[in-house]
């Protein structure tokens, strides 16, 4: 089973497929197909243009089969053209199925992290390959969980970050992946006190014990803040993000727990409480844009 976030994340990274796709379409019918502007010059580039083409028109329709195949040959026929690679690193990914155990579904995720570093090689601040590998790699690491995969996964949105810092979404991603490593400990560490300590058990709300709480502030107590700040970050630069107010809610409640004191331990606990209010507000405007 994933745990909570991940769906919501997997929402975000399909439909960044979705903008992928979109990118790779307009490029196609900007660069004169589907009969504008002037014709290849040579028979090679009318073989490569037919095949991109063919391949968009397929993978449109869902039929990513035949579209890889399409992409292929275009790659094959111009191992630089950079759209044929990254419609067919967008091919495999959108065939991707979190948590398949398959070897078929492990390999599409392979290929389409490879194709999508082959684009970098040609073009190394090519945000949609950036993206597209930083979504995939997020993917393939819930299930089975591979915190290695996660960190990996942060780096390239980090790369985001570097190349283009006014975006908010790879703050927000950097938000998530902080809070996901950082939700999991808390959890296996209040699961392997249960199980150690007769006659006590720990909820998921309670305060953590000194000692454990001193375990979780060392391992995760930076990573805490850091995604506390990357999400600060998306939303001063997107106000009404409210994807982020509510990863930032929770990892304040995650902050709580590497706090000794506990009046600071309710100031945060308050903080995340009123982050959930603007969530509510934010989402109650947007389905009545009456409202004032």
């Known amino acids: 089973m994933l745990i909570p976030g991940i769906r919501v994340f997997l929402f975000h990274s399909l439909r960044h497929l979705g903008t992928l796709?979109?990118?790779a379409v307009s490029w196609v019918t900007a660069s004169g197909s589907f009969g504008q502007g002037p014709p290849p010059q040579t028979q090679e580039q009318r073989q490569e243009r037919e095949a991109l083409n063919k391949g968009v028109q397929d993978f449109k329709n869902g039929?990513?089969?035949?579209?890889?195949?399409?992409?292929?040959r275009a790659k094959q026929l111009d191992p630089r053209l950079l759209n044929a690679r990254l419609y067919l690193a967008t091919t495999y990914a959108s065939q991707y199925i979190p948590g398949a155990p398959s070897e078929d579904n492990t390999r599409r995720g392979?290929?389409?992290?490879?194709?999508?570093?082959?684009?970098?090689?040609?073009?190394?601040?090519?945000?949609?390959?950036?993206?597209g590998i930083g979504s995939i790699l997020f993917q393939m690491a819930g299930e089975p969980f591979d915190p290695d995969?996660?960190?990996?996964?942060?780096?390239?949105h980090q790369k985001h970050v570097y190349l283009r810092p006014e975006d908010p979404e790879p703050y927000y991603w950097i938000g998530v992946i902080d809070w996901t490593l950082a939700f999991r400990a808390n959890g296996l560490l209040r699961?392997?006190?249960?199980?150690?300590?007769?006659?006590?058990q720990l909820s998921d709300t309670a305060r953590l014990p000194p000692d454990l709480r001193e375990e979780y502030m060392r391992e995760y107590g930076r990573a805490i803040d850091e995604g506390i700040e990357s999400l600060k970050n998306a939303i001063s630069?997107?106000?009404?993000?409210?994807?982020?107010?509510?990863?930032l809610n929770l990892l304040y409640r995650r902050k709580a727990d590497t706090v000794a004191s506990e009046r600071e331990r309710e100031q945060l606990i308050k903080i995340a409480d009123d982050l959930i209010d603007r969530v509510k507000e934010i989402k109650e405007k947007r389905a009545d844009p009456q409202q004032p």
């Open 21 to 23: 796709t979109f990118l």
């Open 149 to 156: 995969l996660f960190l990996e996964s942060k780096s390239y």
């Open 237 to 247: 630069i997107r106000p009404d993000y409210d994807d982020a107010m509510a990863y």
């Open 110 to 131: 392979h290929d389409a992290v490879e194709e999508f570093r082959g684009v970098l090689t040609l073009d190394p601040q090519n945000l949609s390959a950036i993206d």
């Open 63 to 72: 039929q990513y089969d035949e579209a890889t195949q399409d992409f292929l």
């Open 191 to 200: 699961a392997k006190f249960n199980l150690s300590v007769r006659g006590r």
